[in-house]
């Protein structure tokens, strides 16, 4: 039987996945990313380690990577990571010959919208805006059933979006950005600051030390009625629905999917964001509102997508891989272009 696995690359954790047709997962491996100024060589360990534990001693038919960052039109380079330290790496190249096996990179969001599309809450759909809400805050745009990956391979690079000129400093360089105030980081900053205001459960959850809250903290808190915490999903929750309004107003999609680490909190965070997008949105009396979904494959999408897309691409391509590394590599690029000729 084939194994392919997805690996799905973020600012906190890699997350490795054996993937079924059907998109189940099969066996999972998680690891810690390290810190994003260290060198890239130690991201791609921790990949290595995750792989090989899901893998043991099974030959690997394809590995899909999922990376939380600017991947160019080729597939083949990260060419920008905010939160992992990548800056136009040959990623795609040197994992490759490291596992001597096939491996296909896309931008995270990207194969989360290919598994929604595929598997879960987009099923069905022609055209979806996804939003994956984790440590920052990706996207991704599907039109006529395809991810459209743009120009530069860079398309919907949502949290980037400056929503406040001159506001909050981003680890993108800008300011302002989206994902300042709609993410992992902006429940915690959220919540930190109202830390004080009255007795909480999460001052209880930190031991009153502000630096030590985290997102999970605070939706634990939330979900037992911390007030506290219920006001910090609302503010998150008013800046995804605002967002979404413009990319709705954009796009004009069938379906809004959210996904990521934060949608676990399930409606404490959509509750907010579809009245936001409802009082946000222009025209919302004279049109159809899409309906905003929670991620049906939650956390694990983006590598149950990485996974389907290079079983897809062996399965599409299955001469060019039967060799691995420089030759693979060759004999991808061959085909990808007989392809744009027909």
């Not at 380690?49 to 043991?56: I, L, R």
């Not at 987009?122 to 990956?149: E, P, S």
Request: glycine share 14%.
């Amino acid at each position: 039987m084939s194994l392919f696995i997805g690996v799905d690359v973020g600012g906190t954790k890699v997350l490795a996945a054996a993937v079924s047709t059907s998109g189940r997962l099969v066996r999972t491996a998680r690891r810690e990313t390290p810190d994003r100024n260290e060198d890239p060589m130690v991201v791609e360990d921790a990949l290595t380690d995750a792989v090989h534990a899901v893998a043991g001693s099974r030959r690997v038919d394809g590995v899909g990577i999922a990376a939380a960052g600017f991947v160019d039109a080729a597939g083949e380079r990260v060419m920008f990571a905010p939160h992992l330290p990548f800056r136009g790496e040959e990623v795609r190249a040197r994992l490759m010959e490291r596992w001597d096996t096939t491996v296909m990179l896309d931008n995270d969001a990207n194969c989360t919208a290919r598994a929604e599309v595929t598997y879960g809450a987009a099923r069905g759909a022609t055209d979806a805006v996804v939003i994956t809400l984790g440590t920052g805050i990706g996207g991704a745009v599907v039109i006529g059933g395809r991810v459209h990956r743009g120009r530069n391979g860079m398309a919907g690079e949502f949290g980037h979006m400056q929503v406040v000129p001159q506001g909050r400093a981003c680890e993108c360089g800008g300011v302002g950005c989206w994902e300042q105030y709609c993410s992992g980081n902006a429940l915690a900053r959220a919540a930190r600051a109202r830390l004080g205001e009255a007795p909480t459960l999460l001052e209880q959850a930190c031991d009153g030390d502000p630096d030590l809250l985290t997102g999970p903290m605070v939706t634990s808190a939330a979900e037992q009625g911390d007030q506290l915490a219920l006001a910090a999903f609302e503010e998150i929750g008013s800046w995804l629905g605002v967002g979404t309004a413009n990319l709705v107003a954009a796009f004009d999609p069938d379906v809004v999917v959210v996904g990521g680490g934060v949608c676990d909190a399930g409606d404490l965070l959509l509750g907010p964001a579809r009245h936001a997008l409802s009082t946000s949105l222009v025209g919302v009396g004279h049109r159809v509102v899409p309906p905003v979904l929670r991620a049906t494959l939650g956390p694990s999408a983006g590598a149950v997508g990485a996974a389907s897309m290079v079983r897809i691409a062996v399965q599409d391509h299955p001469r060019v891989f039967r060799t691995s590394g420089t030759r693979a590599r060759a004999r991808l690029r061959a085909a990808r272009g007989t392809s744009r000729r027909r």
